[in-house]
C-alpha cells in the first residue's frame, strides 16, 4: 500500500471525508494506515482552527465556538462521541458481558447522553475561556488535541487486548504493531514541534498529558471490560481531547 493510499485509508477510517477509490477498507490495510491516524487529526485541526478563525471574525465567540464544534461533529460524524456514550451508558451494568452488550445497542441511554451533554458543555466553555486569554493558543490547543486524541487510538491497540475475540475490529486492532505505534508517535511529536514553533515550546507537555489520559483509560477498559472495544477508542479520543483543552487552559490560567 502506498503512503497516499495508507493516508486515504485513515482518513476514511476516521472522518466522514471523501476518499474515492484511494482507501482500502482491508483490516490489514487499516492497520498499517495507523501511523497516519495523528497527520489525519492534524488536517482536521487544522481544518478547524481555520474556520474558528474566520468565524470569531464575524461572530461573538460563543456563536463561533458552537459553530466550529457542529462542523466537527459533521468531519466525522460523531463516531468517538458515540463511542463515548456507548462506554458511558455501560456504566449502568455489573457484568462485563452485559456492558459489552449495553455497547453493541445504537440506543442511548441516561448515562449516555448524560456523558455526551457535559462533553461538549466542558469542550464549548473551556474553548470560549481559551479565546478570551489567547485567540492563538486555543487554535493551537485545536489542532493538538485532535493530533493527540488520534494517536491515543493507536497507543491502545497496541498495548491493551480486544475484548470481543469474535469482532471483526480484532483484526484491526491486531494488526497495528509496536512499529506503528513509533511511526505515529514520531509523526505526533514533529506535528506538535511545529506548532511549537508558532506559539511555544512549551505546548509539547501535551504529548505526556495526552499518553496519561491513555494509559489511565487503557487500564480502567481492561480492568471493567477485559479489554478495549472500538467505542472504547472513541471515548479514549473524546478524554484526550479534553484533557488538552484543559490543560491548557490551566497553564494559561496559572499564568
Known amino acids: 500500500m502506498g503512503e497516499l493510499s495508507a493516508l486515504a485509508t485513515a482518513t476514511m477510517f476516521l472522518t466522514r471525508l471523501p476518499t474515492g477509490k484511494l482507501a482500502s477498507g482491508e483490516p490489514a490495510e487499516l492497520a498499517r494506515s495507523s501511523r497516519y491516524f495523528p497527520v489525519v487529526g492534524f488536517g482536521i485541526g487544522v481544518l478547524l482552527a481555520t474556520c474558528l478563525a474566520l468565524l470569531l471574525k464575524v461572530f461573538p465567540a460563543s456563536v463561533a465556538l458552537g459553530l466550529m464544534l457542529l462542523l466537527s461533529i459533521r468531519l466525522t460524524g460523531a463516531f468517538h462521541e458515540d463511542g463515548l456514550a456507548d462506554v458511558a451508558d455501560s456504566a449502568g451494568a455489573f457484568q462485563i458481558d452485559r456492558k459489552l452488550e449495553i455497547m453493541r445497542d445504537s440506543r442511548v441511554g441516561t448515562y449516555g447522553s448524560l456523558a455526551l451533554i457535559l462533553l461538549v458543555l466542558i469542550k464549548l466553555l473551556s474553548l470560549w475561556e481559551l479565546v478570551q486569554l489567547d485567540v492563538r493558543w486555543c487554535l493551537c490547543a485545536l489542532v493538538a488535541a485532535h493530533v493527540l486524541s488520534r494517536w491515543s487510538s493507536v497507543w491502545l491497540m497496541v498495548f491493551v487486548p480486544y475484548a ?21 508517535t514520531l509523526l505526533a511529536a514533529l506535528l506538535l514541534i511545529l506548532l511549537a514553533y508558532w506559539v511555544s515550546p512549551a505546548i509539547l507537555f501535551l504529548l505526556p498529558v495526552a499518553w496519561l489520559v491513555t494509559v489511565l483509560a487503557g487500564r480502567h477498559f481492561e ?22 483543552y484543559l490543560s491548557v487552559l490551566g497553564v494559561l490560567s496559572w499564568h
Open 164 to 184: 470481543r475475540p469474535e469482532a471483526a475490529n480484532k483484526v484491526v486492532a491486531e494488526g497495528v504493531t509496536l512499529r506503528r505505534l513509533v511511526e505515529s
Open 223 to 244: 480492568k471493567t471490560f477485559g479489554g478495549i472495544t472500538g467505542d472504547c477508542l472513541g471515548a479514549t479520543n473524546q478524554l484526550v481531547e479534553v484533557a488538552v
